[in-house]
């Protein structure tokens, strides 16, 4: 196998992707890819897939982005909603209060804060905090 990155093409309508045996993204050759390479097609979103022999899996890096935009997101209805609570304290009903107390609005920006990199089940959206119901 070389090391010589003049080989690699980024792109080209002769581009050729493959993966090693492991399923791993090695990069697009238009000519003489690395031994023992496989052929995929098509290439994946993100670099960081592997080939699950056939199709992409799941990119940590979109899932990461993903999660960090829902969780700031989140930040500003969790916001809203605490003060949506300080207006019914002061006996006005906002119209798109949703279910649940101040205390467990408090709770769950506290644990959407958290929910970052080194949070367990993150960026799995399946670990998501729940909002009060």
């Keep these: ?33 690395p031994d023992g390479a496989i052929e995929v ?11 699950q022999f056939p199709g992409w899996g799941p990119s940590l890096i979109a ?7 829902w969780r700031e997101a989140e930040l500003i209805v969790i916001a809203n909603q605490l003060d949506a609570l300080e207006e019914v ?23 959407t804060r958290n929910w970052k990199e080194g949070a367990e089940g993150y960026p799995n959206l399946m670990g998501r905090p729940v909002r009060p119901s």
Excluded: C
């Design 89 to 111: 304290f002061a006996g006005e009903i906002p119209a798109d209060i949703l279910p649940g107390t101040r205390a467990q609005w408090l709770a769950h920006r506290g644990k």
């Design 41 to 51: 097609d098509p290439p994946p979103a993100y670099a960081d897939q592997i080939w």
């Design 1 to 33: 196998m070389s090391n010589d990155l003049s080989e690699v093409q980024i792109a080209g309508d002769a581009t050729i992707h493959y993966v090693d045996d492991a399923g791993r993204y090695m990069g697009g050759w238009d000519v003489n890819p």
């Design 63 to 69: 899932m990461r982005a993903a999660e960090d935009l």
